[in-house]
């Protein structure tokens, strides 16, 4: 068939829009939008840019749904670091990292039911959660406080936990980043990352969380941009038949919806572009393109859809796949809508993500000889560049919830290319305002930022009787320092550890 008379098929061009999930701007829904649902659209993502209040976004998927009632509405709400709910105030519940680190899975259980109620009251149907990944490699830049952990049993039995979790509440989960995104050094938004195991340790390290989440009752599986050699040295997982089909069709039985990453991130767009990357996907086995985080307007929808019905045409794509990929799509929606109805009985409890973050602090040093502190502190934030999946918006810290508990307290942020250009900075900016006070050093992920960790060291060298706050992943504690870990960096994270200092405890 000639492309032009597959773009004409009104069938064709119906299937190639049911397996596309893509943002769009605004807190409204865009005209183009509802025109594309109409047309055959059966799946939209919501991010940050799309979120005022809980009940606008109820309102904005009441009217989604007026042009398809079984129409998949998405979002990336992992709480924790990654939240788009609560992307304006930071997160009132813990991540991962932390509920690994207390390792309750009726805590962790009950923390995904919370967050399934949020969701499923503001309309959405399916969650991008949780990160399956066991994070090996305390390098990794772009999953760390995402994961549960690093260990393969811990990390096994809190996904499966926040799964039952999030779908009690009415919310279908996604085990993400198939076959395991936690053992890599690259940010996928910006490389292709490799993951260098043979197949006996993917077998052992990284796959039996998503066994678990299988067994869970998931029925959505989000694959990874990342090159697996032992399965595939050519494709990245996202394109790879040997990963979508043999692996996780194949041997682990999977037979639920598969849907990609962001098309649009580095690892595959830099490489395919955005259609190949896109055609590739279905090609191998992906049932949904997931896109919209970068770009999300009429012409992205026009530009993939009309990839894949051109690849339909030349061949590249048979249709069969097209029509099997719909029917996945199709086939999840009326389960997602049925499981919609499930309507929980009992409140939102606005408090369980506090006491989480409570339960998830750690102290390590003399705590008995700082804390509680005894004066209004000097707060220094050492502030990483966070990746995309976090985004730039979302408040972290200390400081703000200690001034508000602690009138008098000062603050001050101190980003990398201030060290590098402004000369004594730490000096001016941190050490002489904290004469006579106590000085609280935050930072987060020090042990994997070399400017962070050695910044750090040098305020310790200063000021002996220093307490750190570190949100990220923890590292070596400084001889001398009292350290408090939150394993996380949320709103609830940072309102743990300002009472922290100010309460005392032994350590």
């Not at 990453?261 to 086995?285: K, N, P, S």
């Not at 086939?331 to 409570?358: E, M, N, Q, Y």
């Not at 001034?403 to 942020?413: C, D, L």
Request: charged share 20%; aromatic share 4%; net charge negative.
């Amino acid at each position: 068939m000639h492309s032009s008379q597959v773009k004409a098929d009104p069938e064709l061009r119906r299937l190639a829009l049911s397996v596309l999930q893509p943002g769009f701007e605004g807190t409204e829904a865009p005209d183009w939008l509802l025109r594309a649902i109409s047309d055959g659209l059966s799946s939209v993502v919501l991010f940050a840019r799309n979120i005022a209040t809980p009940e606008q976004v109820a309102r904005l998927a009441a009217r989604l749904r007026s042009e398809n009632p079984e129409l998949i509405i998405a979002i990336d709400e992992e709480a924790g670091d990654v939240t788009r709910l609560e992307s304006w105030t930071g997160s009132t519940r813990p991540g991962n990292f932390a509920l690994g680190a207390v390792d309750d899975v009726e805590l962790t259980e009950s923390v995904a039911r919370d967050i399934g109620r949020e969701l499923h009251a503001a309309g959405v149907s399916l969650d991008y959660a949780p990160s399956a990944d066991v994070n090996s490699n305390p390098r990794n830049p772009v999953i760390g406080v995402r994961s549960f952990g690093a260990g393969t049993d811990l990390v096994a039995r809190h996904t499966a936990a926040w799964i039952r979790g999030l779908q009690d509440a009415g919310v279908a989960a996604c085990a993400k980043h198939f076959p395991g995104h936690g053992d890599t050094a690259v940010d996928s938004h910006h490389g292709l990352p490799s993951y260098d195991a043979t197949v006996a340790e993917i077998a052992a390290t990284a796959l039996p969380p998503f066994r678990a989440a299988l067994e869970a009752g998931v029925r959505v599986v989000m694959t990874g941009h990342l090159l697996v050699p032992a399965y595939d040295r050519e494709h990245p997982a996202t394109l790879s038949r040997s990963i979508i089909n043999d692996l996780l069709r194949g041997e682990l039985g999977f037979d639920g919806l598969v849907v990609t990453d962001a098309i649009e991130m580095g690892a595959v767009a830099d490489r395919y572009g955005l259609g190949g990357a896109a055609t590739g996907a279905i090609v191998a086995g992906c049932d949904a393109v997931c896109t919209g985080g970068e770009r999300a307007d009429e012409g992205m929808v026009a530009l993939l859809s009309g990839t894949l019905l051109d690849a339909v045409a030349d061949g590249r794509l048979p249709e069969g796949r097209l029509r099997e990929a719909a029917g996945r799509v199709r086939s999840f929606a009326a389960w997602s809508t049925a499981l919609g109805r499930t309507v929980p009985t009992d409140a939102i409890r606005g408090d369980i993500g506090f006491a989480a973050a409570r339960r998830a602090i750690r102290l390590t040093g003399s705590a008995d000889s700082v804390l509680p502190i005894a004066a209004a502190p000097h707060v220094v934030e050492l502030v990483p560049t966070t990746n995309l999946a976090i985004g730039k918006e979302t408040p972290w810290g200390v400081a703000t919830p200690l001034r508000e508990r602690m009138p008098g307290t000062t603050f001050v942020r101190v980003h990398e290319d201030q060290l590098a250009t402004a000369g004594p900075v730490l000096d001016e900016l941190v050490l002489k305002p904290a004469v006579g006070r106590p000085l609280v050093v935050v930072v987060r992920d020090a042990s994997r930022l070399a400017w962070m960790s050695a910044a750090l060291d040098e305020l310790v060298r200063a000021r002996p009787d220093a307490i750190v706050v570190e949100m990220g992943l923890p590292g070596t504690a400084r001889p001398g320092a009292v350290h408090i870990v939150t394993h996380g960096a949320t709103t609830a994270s940072g309102v743990a550890a300002a009472e922290t200092l100010l309460a005392r405890r032994s350590a």
